[in-house]
């Protein structure tokens, strides 16, 4: 079934609903939003989109966010939500290797002028182009499409640093939204999913639960994250429900406690995308009581591997309280776990091994990548590259992962592509980069770096260097400059002996502010 088909229900069911907020402000009800949704899919359709071709987003959070992917949907495309705070070029490749028929962006002249996504066309919400396309009579439902239908096109990476293409298809949509009402959070239309976290990812694919029950949807006036404002619009909309790394649960329950809130009006906060320290979650149940539940997922098993219920978090009295807090929870109900052995032979609770996970909700496979899906997908299993171990009662503990990824603030940073920016700098001859813990990130991202001989590449220059090929958020907080990278006989670099540099610390050279 078509994702879009929940927007037509709900607006032929409860038409006056209010549907989409700026802030506090209602931008339109449930027949608004799907109004539009269905004039933008009459637009791609006279544009000559068929059903199955590919359209991408690259915006940041915004109210019009919600119509244009429903309206992709409602013509019965693929949607291929790009994350709003990627470089152009590297935006550019994904749009380009999608083989997109058509992007919706903030700033088209960015897009276009790297060069790399040749004649495809670029349209602004709010500009003329948008008026011309958003003018064709609606169509009066969505397109029909197949379970095995891909709807989301979800572009995550691998060890190599090149995105890869994870094809959702309709019917894993499903599953992840009929999981989260079955082991995560229930929904009813008096509540209020707020989107502070990108729309592209975990937050933007818990819309699909929220619109399946005539739910709000509230774009902060910020447009992202800003702890205060969040506190604010709770206060005022109630009930409000939302995504966030934790690293923002951190910054939020840090401004709560400082204005002595208790986050009156917040119902639920969905936690995941990196790890979360015990000692934080404790203070944030502290600060904002039992409002929290934690998620593991992947893209390619969109948040539904495992989940930690906000019972579990909150019963203090359980003597595993404290190692359940430090696990990431039980499969969810479509998923089935197993640890696994080098040999992919399933190990015994207890034994760390590969997390695999099996279910309606695995993706169908990376776009024209043979060889990743060789290693991702066995017999209907995903190998996450994630190592880990079931306790006797079936939580799943984390311990590290089996690629070097690291999650800053709940975004994946892949070194090979910092590394390869860095060495665009003129003065840098190698460089390894490394994450390594940090109390408010989660990781950080470390770059050694050896100059070429007579030089001494400044921070400034190195954060230059990156900023020029990749998003901000990616470059390093911290350089090192070291006469050489640890190898080993086959002159791989030991990324182990530059963690165990990190202790004791050695004199680094801070980024630049």
Same mark, same amino acid.
């Given at each position: 079934m078509n994702p879009a088909e929940w927007l037509a229900r709900a607006a032929r069911d409860t038409p006056a609903a209010p549907a989409l907020f700026h802030g506090t402000r209602q931008v339109c009800d449930y027949a608004g939003f799907a109004r539009q949704a269905a004039a933008i899919a009459a637009g791609l359709h006279a544009r000559g989109i068929a059903q199955g071709d590919r359209v991408a987003i690259f915006m940041p959070n915004c109210v019009d966010y919600l119509p244009i992917l429903f309206?992709?949907?409602?013509?019965?495309?693929?949607?291929?939500?790009?994350?709003?705070?990627?470089?152009?070029?590297?935006?550019?490749?994904?749009?380009?290797?999608?083989?997109?028929?058509?992007?919706?962006?903030?700033?088209?002249?960015?897009?276009?002028?790297?060069?790399?996504?040749?004649?495809?066309?670029?349209?602004?919400?709010?500009?003329?182009?948008?008026?011309?396309?958003?003018?064709?009579?609606?169509?009066?439902?969505?397109?029909?499409?197949?379970?095995?239908?891909?709807?989301?096109?979800?572009?995550?990476?691998?060890?190599?640093?090149?995105?890869?293409?994870?094809?959702? #298809?309709? *019917?894993?949509?499903? $599953?992840?939204? !009929? =999981?989260?009402?079955?082991?995560?959070?229930?929904? +009813?239309?008096?509540? %209020?999913?707020?989107y502070?976290?990108?729309?592209?990812?975990?937050?933007?694919?818990?819309?699909?639960?929220?619109?399946?029950?005539?739910?709000?949807?509230?774009?902060?006036? #910020?447009? *992202?994250?800003?702890? $205060?404002?969040? !506190? =604010?619009?709770?206060?005022?909309?109630?009930?409000? +429900?939302?995504?966030? %790394?934790?690293?923002?649960?951190?910054?939020?329950?840090?401004?709560?406690?400082?204005?002595?809130?208790?986050?009156?009006?917040?119902?639920?906060?969905?936690?995941?995308?990196?790890?979360?320290?015990?000692?934080?979650?404790?203070?944030?149940?502290?600060?904002?009581?039992?409002?929290?539940?934690?998620?593991?997922?992947?893209?390619?098993?969109?948040?539904?591997?495992?989940?930690?219920?906000?019972?579990?978090?909150a019963d203090h009295d359980h003597p595993d309280w404290a190692a359940r807090l430090a696990s990431v929870g039980r499969a969810q109900s479509v998923a089935e776990v197993r640890i696994l052995a080098p040999d992919a032979s399933p190990l015994p609770r207890g034994e760390i091994g590969e997390i695999a996970v099996r279910g309606p909700q695995v993706m169908r496979g990376y776009l024209d990548n043979p060889e990743a899906n060789a290693r991702a997908l066995r017999d209907g299993w995903l190998l996450t590259g994630d190592l880990g171990h079931l306790d006797p009662a079936g939580y799943l503990h984390l311990h590290d992962r089996a690629r070097d990824m690291v999650i800053s603030g709940g975004s994946n940073i892949y070194p090979r592509e910092v590394e390869e920016a860095l060495l665009t700098h003129p003065d840098i001859s190698e460089v390894s980069v490394i994450g390594t813990p940090d109390p408010d990130w989660g990781e950080i991202v470390v770059a050694f770096v050896v100059p070429r001989d007579g030089t001494t590449p400044d921070p400034r220059s190195m954060d230059d260097a990156c900023t020029a090929m990749i998003a901000r958020f990616k470059k390093p907080k911290r350089y090192i400059l070291v006469p050489e990278l640890p190898k080993n006989n086959y002159g791989k670099v030991l990324k182990t002996e530059l963690r165990a540099q990190l202790t004791p610390d050695p004199t680094p050279v801070p980024a630049a502010s």
């Open positions: 309206g992709i949907f409602w013509a019965g495309a693929t949607a291929v939500p790009v994350n709003g705070k990627l470089h152009a070029r590297e935006a550019a490749w994904i749009v380009a290797h999608s083989r997109a028929a058509l992007v919706f962006a903030k700033d088209p002249e960015a897009l276009t002028a790297t060069g790399d996504i040749g004649t495809t066309p670029c349209i602004a919400p709010g500009s003329a182009d948008f008026a011309t396309l958003t003018a064709a009579p609606p169509h009066d439902w969505p397109a029909a499409m197949d379970r095995d239908d891909t709807a989301w096109l979800f572009y995550t990476s691998g060890t190599t640093g090149r995105p890869k293409g994870a094809m959702l #298809s309709a *019917g894993n949509l499903m $599953a992840m939204s !009929l =999981s989260y009402l079955a082991d995560v959070d229930d929904v +009813s239309p008096r509540d %209020a999913a707020l502070a976290a990108p729309m592209s990812h975990g937050a933007g694919l818990y819309a699909f639960v929220h619109i399946l029950r005539g739910a709000r949807h509230v774009v902060p006036e #910020s447009g *992202g994250f800003d702890p $205060a404002e969040i !506190l =604010s619009l709770a206060r005022s909309l109630r009930n409000i +429900s939302m995504f966030a %790394a934790p690293t923002m649960v951190k910054r939020l329950v840090d401004t709560a406690r400082a204005c002595q809130s208790n986050g009156d009006g917040i119902k639920t906060i969905v936690y995941g995308g990196g790890p979360m320290y015990v000692a934080d979650i404790q203070t944030a149940l502290a600060v904002l009581g039992p409002k929290f539940v934690q998620i593991y997922g992947q893209g390619e098993a969109p948040m539904t591997i495992s989940a930690l219920s906000r019972a579990d978090l």
